[in-house]
């Protein structure tokens, strides 16, 4: 099971990057390119501890649902997403944040197992832990640079 791990420094206070990294609408648009849009549970704003949120998007030209629910969540610290269904067989999403010389240090910890046994894992050498990646990478770039600059868009 491929686990991605990512670490952003911030200039922010942490708890602005904390709830930009919960914001539905954010992660919206650092997934335009495949069209997301949170379709069921909470569609817009932060969201919490327990709640869920549906996502219809298109990856790879096919058209998919993936429904998570916030497992854990310690404000500003850390939060957990988990896969309740969708095309993984499994995936937990923990976002951690620290303090460090004035700045903020986002570490995001993506750990997942594809569907299909070999067929999975063969897919996730080829193209899919990559894929994932960068999908990772954009969001993150689109939280620092609004947490550095105009983190209000976001946040209520």
């Keep these: 099971m491929p686990i991605i791990s990512l ?3 911030i200039d922010c206070p ?3 990057a904390f709830d930009l990294s919960r914001s539905i609408d954010l ?3 650092s997934t335009a390119q495949t069209n997301e849009k949170a379709i069921e549970g909470r569609t817009t704003g932060l969201i919490e501890m327990g709640e869920r949120v549906t996502w219809e998007a298109t990856h790879f030209g096919i058209r998919q649902r993936l429904g998570s629910e916030i497992t854990a969540f310690d404000r500003p610290r850390h939060f957990r997403d988990s896969m309740i269904f969708g095309a993984f067989e499994r995936f ?3 976002h951690h944040f620290a303090e460090e010389d004035g700045k903020t240090v986002m570490t995001d910890r993506f750990d997942y197992t594809s569907p299909f046994g070999l067929i999975g894992r063969f897919a996730d050498v080829l193209f899919l832990k ?3 990646t ?3 990478m954009k969001r993150n770039e689109l939280i620092r640079n609004l ?3 105009d983190p209000a868009k976001f946040l209520p």
Aim: aromatic share 4%.
């Design 147 to 149: 947490a550095e600059s």
């Design 92 to 94: 937990d999403h923990d």
């Design 130 to 132: 990559n894929y994932m």
């Design 7 to 9: 670490i952003t420094k």
């Design 134 to 136: 960068a999908l990772l």
């Design 14 to 16: 942490i708890e602005v």
């Design 27 to 29: 992660h919206e648009a």
